[in-house]
Structure formats: structure tokens, C-alpha cells
């Protein structure tokens, strides 16, 4: 079992920044590729970030490529999402995820956290 916990959530107007954190514990975290998802009221679950398990390879959705970076630390056990620019529809619970593969999907990832709130006022 891989443990997820996030933090760093909170309420920030637009066009400012939040550092989200994602801690791991459990199985061994350099083994796993992990990636951040977000899900606004209403709506289904999608896909933000994705990095591998070096560090050395990222990937993003379009909506935020330019404004969101994903990194990780493996000494640290520890994930981490960098978010500037910030929109109001970038609101929604934002979830750590780990999964063995490359693939962008909620269903390939076997690990979630309990998500933070992240809220983007205008």
C-alpha cells in the first residue's frame, strides 16, 4: 500500500499562486509515476499533471501548461505542484495519485489522497 496526504490548499485570488504537497509513505515511492487531478463541483475528474518516476520526465494537460509545474522529491518521498497565474475555473479539490504506468487516465492509477481545496476567487 501506498499512503497519499496533500496539503497547501487554500483561497487565492486570480492571478496568484499555491504550492499543493503531496507526501507519501507506505511502498516504495520512486517506484511509482505520479500525477495530480482536479475535480470542480459537478464535474468529473480530470487529469492535470503527470511526472515519472525520476523527475526527469513531465506532462500536462493543455489548460495549464505554461502555468503549472509538477516535481518531486524521492528523498523526501514527497510530490508537489506549483501553480501560478491562477484562475477562478482552476477551482476544484486537487488529488495525488500514483500509478506504474504512463497513461493520463484515473483508472491507471492505483494510489489516491484525500484531496485539498484549492479556490480561485475573481
Known amino acids: 500500500q501506498l499512503q497519499l496526504v496533500e496539503s497547501g490548499g487554500g483561497l487565492v485570488q486570480a492571478g496568484g499562486s499555491l504550492r499543493l504537497s503531496c507526501a507519501a509513505s507506505?511502498?516504495?515511492?520512486?517506484?511509482?509515476?505520479m500525477g495530480w487531478f482536479r475535480q470542480a463541483p459537478e464535474k468529473e475528474r480530470e487529469f492535470v499533471a503527470l511526472?515519472?518516476?525520476?523527475?526527469?520526465?513531465?506532462y500536462y494537460t493543455d489548460s495549464v501548461k505554461g502555468r503549472f509545474t509538477i516535481s518531486r522529491d524521492n528523498a523526501k518521498n514527497m510530490v508537489y505542484l506549483q501553480m501560478d497565474s491562477l484562475k477562478p475555473e482552476d477551482t476544484a479539490v486537487y488529488y495525488c495519485?500514483?500509478?506504474?504506468?504512463?497513461?493520463?487516465?484515473?483508472?491507471?492509477?492505483?494510489?489516491w489522497g484525500q484531496g485539498t481545496q484549492v479556490t480561485v476567487s475573481s
Open positions: 507506505g511502498r516504495s515511492f520512486s517506484g511509482y509515476n
Open positions: 511526472i515519472n518516476w525520476s523527475g526527469s520526465i513531465t
Open positions: 495519485a500514483a500509478s506504474t504506468g504512463w497513461v493520463p487516465a484515473r483508472d491507471e492509477f492505483a494510489y
